[in-house]
């Protein structure tokens, strides 16, 4: 199919990453910690007080300066009252400042003062609109360092579990995985994992540039349709040539198409499955173990590592680690292999380690 049609049918797009920071609040969303609404309540009631009560005590420090209609000296209740009614804007009058003193403090102080109060009061409206400016400094922020992460295309069950084990693996932070997908619930997931999340179709070039995936060291396609894949693998290699981009597929007969469009991996769903499916009707213990050996957080776990100066030259099978492959030049070894028999320096080990859980 030509590159110009290709392009067509992604709805090739450059202009939503010119896009200012403010415009792009909604579309890209930076995490940030949540605070229970209690929280929220109690530090503004605490912060409501606080000014209350300072202003009391600047009324009470110049009591004399101010005349109640009563004509009777000013306690400490009748300073808090003013405070109330003047942070309030009420202003019944009944106690006024009557020095030259008074009314500069209540003209420099209690101005502020009454100004911190009507916010902490309607906080909610401000909160608001101070939340939109913030996500929008975020997002610049965040868009100019971005470097070296990952980004995953699709938070269904797939990425999900991509996700947990990049992150139970330690091979990332959540900081360091962008999740793009078009269903706004499973961002508002994503979003909860603490997970920077971008609203957009992923076979849009412009999309995975606002993703980062242009400076991404992996790129992971989870998405449910392998049309969609092929798609989304090829506008991300054009953008990121050198990343390593890992897609998912259900079929088979697929697999090509991925590794045309520039997938350095893919993995078939349904035929792994199907294979432990199989298995688990005559030998279920092959299947647990398999299941243990893809679950890095408990038991046993698959992981690669650089080769130690003592192990150069000798056997992946006479170490203490049980080596399932030698990586060299980025090609994979089986330990049966000849060319496997003397290990590199160069050489990363693909082994079987334990968890200690």
């Given at each position: ?26 579309v890209l969303r930076i995490p940030e910690d949540q605070t229970g609404p209690g929280r929220v309540i ?186 969609t894949a092929v798609l989304v693998t090829l506008t991300a290699r054009e953008i990121a040539p050198k ?87 980025g090609r994979l070894l089986r330990i049966g292999a000849p060319e496997a028999d003397a290990i590199e ?13």
């Open positions: 199919m030509p590159k110009g049609r290709l392009r067509r049918l992604k709805g090739f797009d450059e202009r939503l990453t010119a896009q200012p920071g403010h415009l792009l609040v909604g109690a530090r503004r009631l605490a912060i409501a007080l606080v000014l209350l009560v300072g202003a009391a005590l600047v009324v009470y420090l110049d009591r004399d300066g101010y005349r109640d209609v009563r004509a009777a000296p000013l306690t400490f209740l009748d300073c808090l009252y003013f405070a109330a009614v003047s942070l309030s804007t009420t202003g019944y009058g009944d106690i006024t400042p009557i020095s030259e003193v008074a009314r500069l403090v209540n003209t420099v102080i209690f101005t502020p003062l009454r100004i911190a109060f009507l916010i902490v009061l309607v906080g909610t409206t401000l909160e608001l609109l101070s939340e939109r400016s913030r996500q929008a400094w975020k997002i610049q922020r965040w868009r100019s360092k971005v470097r070296n992460h990952t980004v995953v295309i699709g938070y269904g069950t797939k990425g999900k579990r991509a996700v947990a084990v990049r992150v139970s693996d330690e091979e990332s932070t959540q900081g360091e995985i962008v999740v793009v997908d078009t269903d706004r619930s499973a961002l508002e997931h994503a979003g909860a994992a603490g997970l920077v999340t971008v609203h957009g179709d992923a076979t849009k070039s412009d999309v995975l540039r606002l993703a980062g995936a242009q400076h991404a060291s992996s790129i992971i396609v989870a998405t449910n349709r392998d049309d990343a390593r981009i890992v897609a998912a597929i259900r079929e088979a007969e697929n697999s090509h198409l991925l590794q045309q469009s520039g997938a350095d991996s893919v993995v078939v769903s349904s035929e792994t499955a199907g294979r432990l499916l199989g298995l688990a009707t005559t030998t279920p213990s092959v299947v647990e173990m398999i299941e243990d050996l893809l679950t890095p957080d408990a038991g046993l776990a698959i992981a690669e590592r650089e080769v130690e100066p003592a192990e150069v030259g000798g056997s992946p099978r006479h170490l203490s680690d049980t080596v399932l492959g030698v990586v060299r030049d320096a160069a050489d990363r080990l693909l082994y079987v380690r334990d968890t200690g859980h």
